[in-house]
């Protein structure tokens, strides 16, 4: 079945109120569902590494663990790695393009378009059908990100490129930005620190995401994010990443945490709940 895009503009259902933030609120092109639920936007570089791949995929499955919306531009690097965070836990994501919704960019991410709309999710644009990628229209539909979502999340980025266009156009929006940081010789990680340098939040794991965004959007809609979720049985230490889609770092901090709260406790290599 072939989904017609529908055309929405400020005062029609389902248009995202963040939307009308902007000085010239615009009508956006939509495929999908837009879902009730906050937005949270993660972005950064296309040249990302594999350290920032990992933490984008790890943000977008925690964003979806808590039952927010990924919002984020479905180009290379990290707004892929974060898209396929999110779905891969069957969350709602919202891909907002530089084209029109009828044009997939990179065409290589055409899978996981198709999947964000299976799923449940939107693929957004001010741009008609047909429009094409033209390099121009980018940092335009930046602000569409920012204004969609209620905080900013830069994963990896250098001191020119559309992340810290978006962290720009969030802040004075009134957004709150959080930034991972990064090694200081690292042309990646330059934007990131720049960033903290004025004032960005830093932001050290998806744990530590989800207790600050936990202040700026409420409580998780999901119970999961709070809940260790090990089985009455126990499970083995070195599955934990796994079973909670978390880095191995990640994975030992909230372990700790948690043996600290007395909710767990290790039995040899097994952890068990108390």
């Known amino acids: 079945m072939v989904i017609e895009p529908r055309l929405i503009g400020p005062g029609s259902a389902p248009y995202p109120q963040g939307l009308c933030d902007l000085e010239e609120p615009p009508s956006v092109f939509v495929l999908g569902t837009l879902a009730p639920a906050p937005g949270i936007a993660v972005v950064g570089t296309r040249r990302c590494t594999r350290y920032g791949v990992g933490l984008a995929e790890s943000f977008g499955?925690?964003?979806?663990?808590?039952?927010?919306?990924?919002?984020?531009?479905?180009?290379?690097g990290i707004d892929t790695a974060a898209h396929r965070g999110c779905l891969r836990l069957s969350g709602h994501a919202v891909a907002v393009l530089g084209s029109g919704v009828d044009h997939c960019y990179p065409a290589e991410n055409r899978p996981m378009y198709d999947e964000i709309l299976a799923t449940g999710g939107a693929v957004v644009s001010e741009?008609?059908?047909?429009?094409?990628?033209?390099?121009?229209r980018f940092p335009?539909?930046?602000?569409?990100?920012?204004?969609?979502?209620?905080?900013?999340?830069?994963?990896?980025a250098a001191v020119t490129g559309g992340a810290l266009i978006t962290a720009r156009l969030g802040a004075e929006l009134g957004r709150p930005v959080f930034v991972v940081p990064g090694d200081v010789d690292r042309e990646m990680s330059e934007g990131c620190n720049r960033l903290i340098r004025d004032g960005a939040h830093p932001v050290l794991g998806s744990a530590?995401?989800?207790?600050?965004?936990s202040l700026v959007v409420g409580p998780p809609a999901s119970a999961v994010d709070t809940d260790h979720g090990i089985p009455a049985g126990g499970v083995a230490v070195n599955e934990l990443p796994a079973l909670w889609s978390l880095t191995v770092t990640e994975s030992l901090i909230k372990l700790g945490r948690l043996e600290m709260a007395g909710k767990v406790r290790r039995s040899g290599e097994h952890v068990v709940p108390t």
């Open 127 to 136: 741009y008609p059908p047909g429009t094409p990628p033209d390099r121009w």
């Open 208 to 213: 530590d995401l989800l207790e600050e965004l």
């Open 140 to 156: 335009a539909r930046n602000r569409i990100i920012a204004a969609m979502s209620a905080a900013v999340v830069v994963v990896e």
């Open 61 to 76: 499955a925690a964003i979806a663990r808590a039952g927010w919306t990924t919002v984020s531009g479905l180009a290379r």
